[in-house]
């Protein structure tokens, strides 16, 4: 008799995880699963089957889903099981203004540097997202575009704003693939560029305006979108064309 595939497989096999870290590694890949959309929002997670399909025992799965639900990327409802969280425009919009703010002093230490590696490896990363993009591979672009943003928060080496970013990353990527288009891609290395541009000509005032114009355009379509699919976001039938109060500019 044909076994029904599980809906699960994307997460790996039994002893794929080391020991003494499986929770870590469950908790990992299951981040992975719905940051990546594998796992929908609003996604009802079977415990279960998890278990089945990575060959580990109910506590690494509960602790994981723990886990991800202090990160706000899992719903538990006591008694009534876990699902992928909704995403909250309201913490999308939160989260890119301090990205907005953080983003525009990272560039102002890194153009103060004048560092050589970093300029060589922003050169690699535009030219990484141009041949990603060629190809509409919308997942390596998407991993290239988060390390062009990793590249210029490195230049700070500041590790508590780092972990502030990392916080946010997880929902504010699951947002910013609800609305990856080939578009939407070739106004990213626009913006990019943009924002390179202002770096090589080490003129802090024109890089900062470059991202916030870059962070402004994707909150405009993420706005655009929770309107037109308003069931993937935990607020999205209430939210309007009013609620839209984000300090573009």
Same mark, same amino acid.
Not at 193 to 213: E, K, N, S, T, V
């Given at each position: 008799?044909?076994?029904?595939?599980?809906?699960?497989?994307?997460?790996?096999?039994?002893?794929?995880?080391?020991?003494?870290?499986?929770?870590?590694?469950?908790?990992?890949?299951?981040?992975?699963?719905?940051?990546?959309?594998?796992?929908?929002?609003?996604?009802?997670?079977?415990?279960?089957?998890?278990?089945?399909?990575?060959?580990?025992?109910?506590?690494?799965?509960? =602790?994981?889903?723990?886990?991800?639900?202090?990160?706000?990327?899992?719903?538990?409802?006591? +008694?009534?099981?876990?699902?992928?969280?909704?995403?909250?425009?309201?913490?999308?919009?939160?989260? %890119?203004?301090?990205?907005?703010?953080?983003?525009?002093?990272?560039?102002?230490?890194?153009?103060?540097?004048?560092?050589? /590696?970093?300029?060589?490896?922003?050169?690699?990363? %535009?030219?990484?997202?141009?041949?990603?993009?060629?190809?509409?591979?919308? =997942?390596?672009?998407?991993?290239?575009?988060?390390?062009?943003?990793?590249?210029?928060?490195?230049?700070?080496? &500041?590790?508590?704003?780092?972990?502030?970013?990392?916080?946010?990353?997880?929902?504010?990527?699951?947002?910013?693939? &609800?609305?990856?288009?080939?578009?939407?891609?070739?106004?990213?290395?626009?913006?990019?560029?943009?924002?390179?541009?202002?770096? &090589?000509?080490?003129?802090?005032?024109?890089?900062?305006?470059?991202?916030?114009?870059?962070?402004?355009?994707?909150?405009?379509?993420?706005?655009?979108?929770? +309107?037109?699919?308003?069931?993937?976001?935990? /607020?999205?039938?209430?939210?309007?064309?009013?609620?839209?109060?984000?300090?573009?500019?």
């Amino acid at each position: 008799m044909k076994t029904e595939a599980s809906p699960y497989q994307f997460l790996g096999q039994s002893g794929d995880f080391s020991r003494g870290t499986v929770t870590v590694d469950v908790t990992n890949a299951l981040r992975h699963g719905i940051v990546t959309l594998a796992l929908p929002p609003g996604t009802t997670l079977d415990k279960s089957a998890i278990c089945a399909q990575l060959g580990v025992s109910r506590f690494p799965v509960s =602790e994981a889903l723990a886990r991800l639900a202090d990160e706000g990327l899992v719903y538990i409802a006591p +008694q009534r099981g876990s699902t992928v969280s909704l995403v909250k425009i309201a913490d999308v919009r939160e989260y %890119m203004l301090i990205r907005k703010g953080l983003e525009s002093e990272a560039l102002r230490v890194l153009i103060g540097k004048r560092d050589a /590696d970093v300029i060589a490896a922003l050169h690699a990363n %535009m030219a990484a997202q141009r041949e990603a993009a060629s190809r509409d591979d919308a =997942e390596t672009f998407h991993q290239i575009d988060v390390e062009f943003h990793d590249i210029i928060f490195r230049s700070m080496r &500041l590790t508590k704003v780092k972990a502030i970013i990392d916080k946010a990353r997880a929902n504010l990527d699951r947002a910013r693939r &609800l609305i990856i288009t080939p578009r939407r891609l070739a106004d990213t290395i626009a913006e990019h560029q943009a924002i390179f541009d202002g770096i &090589l000509a080490q003129d802090q005032a024109q890089a900062a305006r470059a991202i916030r114009a870059h962070i402004d355009a994707v909150m405009i379509e993420l706005f655009a979108f929770a +309107q037109e699919r308003p069931s993937l976001f935990a /607020d999205g039938h209430d939210f309007t064309a009013e609620d839209n109060d984000f300090p573009f500019g």
